[in-house]
């Protein structure tokens, strides 16, 4: 189909694909799109698909172990040291 007839009939072919067909666009006699139905991977939830698009990018790793707990959390520095840190740095103030 050609470009017009997509931005007029957006719905059909969004439906098309949907159902497992692919619609190609042509602009002319070249094909410069495809509408194609979803991967199995993909979930069905747009956050599923936005998280995806995330990792696919490489802006965030998913985790390399799934279930159980979560690892512990081990404190950055005792306590006293946070709090006399702080007290330091009021008193540069």
Same mark, same amino acid.
Do not use: N
């Given at each position: 189909?050609?470009?017009?007839?997509?931005?007029?009939?957006?719905?059909?072919?969004?439906?098309?694909?949907?159902?497992?067909?692919?619609?190609?666009?042509?602009?002319?006699?070249?094909?410069?799109?495809?509408?194609? @139905? /979803?991967?199995?991977? #993909?979930?069905? +939830?747009?956050?599923?698909?936005?998280?995806? &698009?995330?990792? $696919?990018?490489?802006?965030?790793?998913?985790?390399?172990?799934?279930?159980? @707990? /979560?690892?512990?959390? #081990?404190?950055? +520095?005792?306590?006293?040291?946070?709090?006399? &840190?702080?007290? $330091?740095?009021?008193?540069?103030?």
């Amino acid at each position: 189909m050609s470009i017009r007839q997509l931005k007029t009939k957006l719905g059909k072919y969004v439906r098309l694909a949907a159902a497992g067909e692919t619609v190609l666009v042509t602009d002319g006699d070249r094909v410069v799109a495809e509408l194609v @139905p /979803p991967h199995a991977a #993909r979930g069905d +939830a747009v956050s599923d698909a936005v998280l995806a &698009e995330v990792v $696919r990018c490489g802006w965030m790793t998913p985790a390399a172990s799934r279930g159980g @707990p /979560p690892p512990p959390q #081990r404190p950055v +520095a005792p306590f006293a040291d946070l709090i006399s &840190e702080l007290d $330091r740095d009021r008193a540069d103030r």
